[in-house]
């Protein structure tokens, strides 16, 4: 199975700043990398997929880039909102599987 | 409107066999670009895929829980259903079924999810 591993799994921010998050799939999976946002008790958001594609309605200061191996989701500018955890999901073969998830906090 | 909602037991007891409904609507089960994912999360912890089906029935599950794990679809009714097999404490979670679309691999349509709780 192909491991995803997302860091930093916390990071603290302030509004304003520009945020990024990694994830690192353990073998390449071309461009199908999505990225999503979780609330507390809450479904999660699909924000991102095939790595770059904003999902309609998501705002735009969200941006996703990479491909292979290596993917980043970029905040470019934190609003309130935002404070949350954040997750991958690589797609290949029939099979899916998450990164651990990186939780956005109020510095 | 696109919509799943999850429905099943709250609790079960260890070595029991949990039975969850997916009902959507706004959408059919028949059609080709579509496929709906179950996934879970343990309270405080990350998403776990679970399994999937397509629409021609083609199915695929999580290498780790294959052999407890059994999904199927009900076209007519817009039904998925999961079956798991010898639940344990580990296996409380909330468990989500999401709409997978086949252009982008990624899950666009979330279930609200559903607590189901392993104790005795």
């Known amino acids: 199975d192909i491991q995803m591993t997302q860091s930093p799994s916390t990071l603290s921010a302030s509004v304003g700043d520009r945020v990024t998050i990694t994830c690192r799939a353990s073998?390449?999976?071309?461009?199908?990398l999505a990225w999503y946002q979780q609330k507390p008790g809450k479904a999660p958001k699909l924000l991102i997929y095939k790595a770059s594609s904003l999902e309609s309605g998501v705002p735009s200061r969200f941006s996703g880039s990479g491909s292979g191996t290596e993917f980043t989701l970029t905040i470019s500018s934190l609003q309130p909102d935002d404070f949350a955890t954040y997750y991958c999901q690589q797609y290949n073969s029939y099979s899916l599987t998450f990164g651990g998830g990186t939780k956005v906090e109020i510095k | 409107q696109v919509t799943l909602k999850e429905s099943g037991p709250v609790l079960v007891k260890p070595t029991e066999t949990l039975t969850l409904t997916c009902t959507v609507s706004?959408?059919?089960?028949?059609?080709?670009?579509?496929?709906v994912s179950w996934i879970r999360q343990p309270p405080g912890k990350a998403l776990e895929w679970l399994a999937h089906?397509?629409?021609?029935?083609?199915?695929s599950y999580s290498t780790s829980l294959k052999s407890r794990l059994t999904i199927s679809k009900d076209t007519s009714k817009s039904q998925v259903v999961l079956t798991m097999t010898n639940m344990d404490p580990v296996d409380t979670a909330t468990y989500y079924c999401?709409?997978?679309?086949?252009?982008?691999?990624?899950?666009?349509?979330w279930g609200q999810g559903t607590m189901v709780t392993v104790s005795s």
């Open positions: 073998q390449s999976i071309s461009s199908w």
């Open positions: 089906i397509f629409s021609n029935d083609e199915k």
């Open positions: 999401a709409r997978i679309n086949w252009g982008s691999r990624a899950f666009d349509i």
């Open positions: 706004g959408f059919s089960l028949s059609n080709a670009r579509m496929g």
